[in-house]
C-alpha cells in the first residue's frame, strides 16, 4: 500500500511581481484558491494582493516542504527571483486554468 503524500512549497507575487510570499500546503489547490479568495482578511496575501502563483514544488514528507519553505524564506529577494526565474523565467502564472475565474 503506497502512503505517498505531496507536501507543496509555494511562492506567489502580486500582478506587478513586486512583492513575494512563500508558504507550505498539502493540498495546493485548496491553498490557492483560499489566497485568491481572500479567506484571511488579514493575512499577507490579502493584504499585498498575492494570488499568482510562480513557484511550486513537491515533497513527499511534511519535514521536508517544512525545512525547504524555512530555506527560501531567509533568502533575500535576489535568490528568490532566480529560484523563481529557474523555472518560470516570463513570471508566468502556473495556475492559469485551474479555477473558473
Given at each position: ?8 512549497v ?7 511581481n ?10 495546493i ?73
Amino acid at each position: 500500500m503506497n502512503h505517498e503524500r505531496s507536501f507543496w512549497v509555494y511562492i506567489l507575487t502580486n500582478r506587478h511581481n513586486r512583492v513575494l510570499y512563500t508558504g507550505v500546503t498539502n493540498n495546493i489547490h485548496t491553498r490557492l484558491l483560499s489566497h485568491r479568495r481572500k479567506d484571511d482578511p488579514v493575512g499577507f496575501t490579502t493584504r499585498y494582493n498575492c494570488w499568482k502563483l510562480v513557484y511550486m514544488e513537491d515533497h513527499c514528507y511534511i519535514e521536508n516542504a517544512i525545512s525547504r519553505e524555512k530555506q527560501i524564506k531567509a533568502g533575500n529577494r535576489a535568490r528568490k527571483v532566480a529560484l523563481i526565474e529557474n523555472i518560470n523565467p516570463d513570471w508566468r502564472d502556473l495556475a492559469e486554468g485551474w479555477f473558473d475565474d
